[in-house]
């Protein structure tokens, strides 16, 4: 499952950018962006994901987590939550996600429950609870995604996707991880490509 991951504080530029050293196509731009998330201040029901794949593959709820982890400095706090995102039918792509999209490509845009939306809200306000008694505590925030559902002929080399993320729904989007290859996530080298469920109505 490719993620992404950022301490729960501001980071610095230099964080950001050897955090997602590892990360496929990560822009510079987007370094600075991650480096001034907040996701202890983020209004989690104005979090939104963004997934830009093949046409033949779909993503359905569940497909996308969030995650936040944190651990006290006193170790009067300890948790690990994630959260399921679930996909957003009504939303209407913004210019920046237009942006040289491929005749063979698709976005899925998805946001948090109500239910969980309220749930990151109770992990924000425990974790500045923590911090308020005992700063310096270690955290992060993540997004996974597993390889989804086919409606279509795959294609034969590679699968790529594009991860985006947006904190508030006056901000765009910015890109999280970019050309990340599903299918090296999911087979070994020399392995043939596995046999990707098939699409039901949930699917995007």
Do not use: H
């Amino acid at each position: 499952m490719p993620s992404t991951r950022l301490p729960i504080r501001t980071i610095s530029v230099m964080l950001a950018a050897s955090t997602l050293s590892a990360c496929a196509g990560v822009p510079l731009t987007s370094m600075l962006k991650l480096s001034r998330l907040l996701p202890l201040e983020a209004d989690p029901a104005q979090i939104r994901v963004a997934v830009r794949a093949d046409r033949a593959i779909a993503l359905r709820t569940g497909d996308v987590t969030m995650g936040i982890t944190y651990e006290a400095a006193d170790n009067a706090l300890s948790l690990q939550e994630e959260f399921v995102v679930q996909v957003d039918r009504g939303a209407i792509l913004p210019p920046e996600l237009l942006r040289g999209l491929g005749e063979k490509e698709a976005v899925t845009i998805m946001a948090l429950s109500d239910s969980d939306a309220r749930r990151f809200s109770r992990t924000q306000a425990k974790i500045r609870g923590a911090e308020a008694n005992a700063e310096g505590g270690e955290g992060g925030f993540s997004l996974g995604v597993t390889y989804g559902c086919t409606n279509g002929p795959l294609p034969t080399e590679e699968l790529l996707i594009d991860i985006y993320l947006q904190t508030a729904l006056d901000d765009e989007f910015f890109v999280m991880n970019a050309d990340v290859d599903l299918y090296a996530t999911v087979m070994p080298d020399g392995q043939e490509i596995p046999r990707w469920p098939e699409c039901e109505d949930d699917a995007a």
